[in-house]
């Protein structure tokens, strides 16, 4: 292990890969998702299916997820804790359910990430992404966070 031959054991989900608007993460692809710093990467830390406030948030989480483009300028994506290792830098200031935000044109992955200590809904989110990232929010076939939606 030391000399590099083994590769370090990762406790990890499968990928699953994307549904809803947002993908999830696991302890194999964080580091994968978090280097793209080109982009804000917005992300719920969740643990087990039988908590209840985890459940509120992904609710909202979804929600918001449903309406914002997660190829271009925002990753959304969503770990559970308990099944899958994170890096220390991105769990230690705030225990699950929780969610952070890693704005783009960070030096490093794990860089000036911002946590959320607001009340959980779609509105609080979009106005965290929108002070806290660095590029502008934008709605799913609609154009501009404010602009009204075209039918």
């Given at each position: 292990y030391l000399?590099?031959?083994i590769?370090?054991?990762i406790k990890s989900d499968e990928d699953p890969g994307e549904h809803d608007g947002i993908i999830d993460v696991t302890g194999v692809s964080v580091d994968r998702?978090?280097?793209?710093?080109?982009?804000?990467?917005?992300?719920?830390?969740?643990?087990?299916?039988?908590?209840r406030s985890c459940e509120r948030f992904?609710?909202?989480?979804y929600e918001f997820g449903e309406h914002y483009?997660?190829?271009?300028?925002?990753?959304?994506?969503?770990v559970n804790t308990a099944t899958n290792?994170?890096?220390?830098?991105?769990?230690?200031?705030?225990?699950?359910?929780?969610i952070v935000l890693a704005p783009?044109?960070?030096?490093?992955?794990?860089?000036?990430?911002?946590?959320?200590f607001d009340e959980i809904s779609v509105d609080n989110l979009q106005k965290f992404v929108?002070?806290?990232g660095k590029h502008e929010l934008v709605r799913k076939r609609s154009g501009v966070i404010g602009e009204e939606e075209e039918d």
């Open positions: 000399a590099g031959r590769p370090p054991r998702v978090f280097h793209q710093t080109d982009k804000d990467i917005l992300l719920l830390l969740t643990t087990s299916a039988r908590c992904e609710e909202v989480f483009e997660n190829a271009g300028t925002l990753t959304v994506g969503i290792e994170l890096p220390r830098k991105l769990v230690m200031q705030a225990d699950p359910p929780s783009a044109d960070r030096r490093r992955p794990y860089d000036n990430v911002q946590y959320f929108k002070e806290k």
